[in-house]
């Protein structure tokens, strides 16, 4: 199930190179590539460092919780949702994908994903 | 010139809080605040705190250089855009301030501020 929500996410932002669902622990739950170079597992991990920080910053400026971040790099577009306080879901564009939907299509599947996580 | 620059992108952001031009060793260069209970030099340094983590990312996931985050918290969205090796420009929104426009507006004054940088 998560696969499929996955795939669909990578489908609609048009440039997908991975998806993911990881616990904020570095743990993934679920992964697919598009581009088997990729290291998803590594990406996610790294990914889930820089939430951490990102987390505790928003905690020292009172933010509330933070829900979504992103990161353009030259190759790679990144998206974070954060599911709940224990797992996110991230997608990984190339820089012609569409940053625009892969917004759109992660806070649609969020819903669904955080649905299936508490399942 | 920064300040008026900076001033715009708030404007143009339609519920911009603060922003701010600042070096990556957490050295504000120029700060414009509409909210004063905002600690705007402190929500740079921990911007900067945040930014050196994505960059050491980006680097060992050989990402390319990194040059927009975003971040949606409960209470306020932050799109950071990086100027060079050394600057970047943040702005701080509120829940109901145009996130669209904020990072088009970031966007094309960043090509100015640069260039205000090594003038």
Redesign the interface.
């Known amino acids: 199930m998560f696969g499929k929500l996955l795939r669909q996410i990578m489908d609609e932002a048009e440039g997908g190179l991975a998806a993911l669902v990881m616990g904020f622990d570095g743990l993934p739950i679920e992964t697919v590539v598009n581009d088997s170079a990729m290291d998803v597992e590594?990406?996610g991990m790294?990914?889930s460092?820089?939430l951490h920080?990102?987390r505790r910053?928003?905690e020292?400026?009172?933010?509330?919780?933070?829900?979504?971040?992103?990161?353009?790099?030259?190759?790679?577009t990144t998206v974070i949702r954060v599911l709940s306080g224990e797992y996110f879901v991230a997608v990984v564009l190339s820089p012609n994908g569409n940053y625009g939907k892969a917004k759109f299509s992660l806070r649609v599947q969020s819903t669904r994903l955080a649905a299936e996580l508490t399942a």
């Open positions: 590594s990406i790294e990914l460092v820089v920080q990102i910053t928003a020292s400026l009172q933010s509330g919780q933070v829900r979504e971040v992103s990161i353009v790099a030259e190759k790679y």
